[in-house]
């Protein structure tokens, strides 16, 4: 059965830090990749996904993704992280051609002002 | 509305009654998908349906766990005999087709609390 890996389950940053969290998953085939972020108080939003193309993919708000096949991996990254940036980041992968999506375990990231 | 909707947003219940949480997708979803997130641990997948059917009900923990969706709209997920370690955020899902790799959009969830 596939598996996403999120090994970061808690994260405290500084404002203005550099940001990495990473993700991995266990599945050999042709996936969609995709960042989910849950921000206080608020339901689960997409950041960003991977489809095909360019492996490094741009979100909203700054974020950015890189999907390095050879490692099964897809890090989120920001250069510089805010405040607001406080939320809960889900990694989820779909295998292409099936259905639904299977999630890590989240990142609890908390960027102290 | 323009989201998934789901209902109640909280509910309390006593330990061995029943409950149900309703889920109503975005129109024209085809897919919908029941999630379960408890405190400290990620996002644990219940059951999927595409249109009315359940092609994926794998997920669901126990035989007191049952879900179902008419017209292809809004969907049920009913918890029997609750029990306290039930206490979790649920959440509901729609998406177009999936296997292309639509995006999953989630509702709010329901809190629910089994005291």
């Known amino acids: 059965a596939q598996s996403v890996s999120q090994h970061n389950h808690h994260v405290i940053l500084s404002e203005a830090a550099s940001l990495e969290l990473g993700c991995n998953y266990s599945y050999g085939g042709t996936v969609n990749l995709f960042w989910y972020v849950q921000y206080p108080g608020q339901h689960l939003q997409l950041l960003l996904k991977y489809f095909s193309g360019d492996p490094l993919v741009k979100g909203i708000k700054g974020f950015e993704a890189e999907f390095i096949k050879s490692k099964f991996s897809f890090n989120l990254r920001k250069p510089s992280v805010q405040w607001s940036d406080t939320a809960e980041y889900f990694c989820?992968?779909?295998?292409?051609?099936?259905?639904?999506?299977?999630f890590g375990k989240g990142t609890h990231l908390i960027i102290q002002p | 509305g323009a989201g998934v909707s789901q209902s109640p947003s909280n509910k309390v219940t006593e330990k061995g009654k029943d409950v149900e949480l309703r889920c109503d997708p975005i129109?024209?979803?085809?897919?919908l998908y029941w999630y379960r997130q408890s405190l400290g641990q990620g996002l644990e997948f219940l059951i999927y349906f595409q249109g009315n059917s359940a092609p994926d009900k794998s997920g669901l923990p126990s035989d007191r766990f049952s879900a179902e969706r008419t017209g292809g709209s809004v969907s049920t997920l009913t918890i029997q005999r609750t029990q306290q370690e039930d206490s979790a955020v649920y959440l509901c899902?729609?998406?177009?087709?999936?296997?292309?790799?639509?995006?999953?959009?989630f509702g709010e969830g329901s809190w629910l609390t089994v005291v």
């Open positions: 899902a729609s998406s177009f087709d999936p296997s292309s790799g639509n995006t999953i959009y």
């Open positions: 129109s024209g979803h085809t897919a």
């Open positions: 989820a992968v779909n295998e292409r051609g099936a259905d639904g999506l299977t």
